[in-house]
């Protein structure tokens, strides 16, 4: 993948912020949290998301990091080159740009 400077300076991995395709820590995955395996909603940003589908995979170039949830990034999809508020959010569940999707509810 080829590295470029942006016209900010920032370094950048094809489009994507270099340090968000390779950031200087692991994130925490939540496979193994207690939450995850116990099929608990996530409460994000004043919203309530519930577990939705299986998990897939998904490349760096479409997720941007939101926030964190417990401890685990929260993620949203890019849509035309920016985050909306999400009416769904991503959650890394393991290596390899895993992700589960969480929906909002009611």
Not at 22 to 43: G, I
Not at 51 to 72: H, I, N, Q
Request: glycine fraction near 8%.
């Amino acid at each position: 993948m080829p590295i470029k400077i942006s016209a900010q300076g920032d370094t950048l991995t094809g489009n994507v912020d270099f340090h968000t395709v390779y950031p200087a820590t692991a994130p925490v995955y939540a496979k193994s949290a207690d939450w995850f395996v116990n099929n608990e909603p996530v409460r994000f940003a004043g919203h309530l998301y519930f577990k939705y589908a299986l998990p897939f995979k998904v490349s760096p170039a479409e997720v941007r990091m939101l926030g964190l949830f417990r401890d685990t990034q929260v993620y949203g999809l890019v849509r035309e080159g920016f985050v909306p508020v999400p009416d769904a959010v991503l959650i890394p569940i393991q290596p390899g740009c895993e992700f589960q999707l969480y929906m909002s509810g009611p």
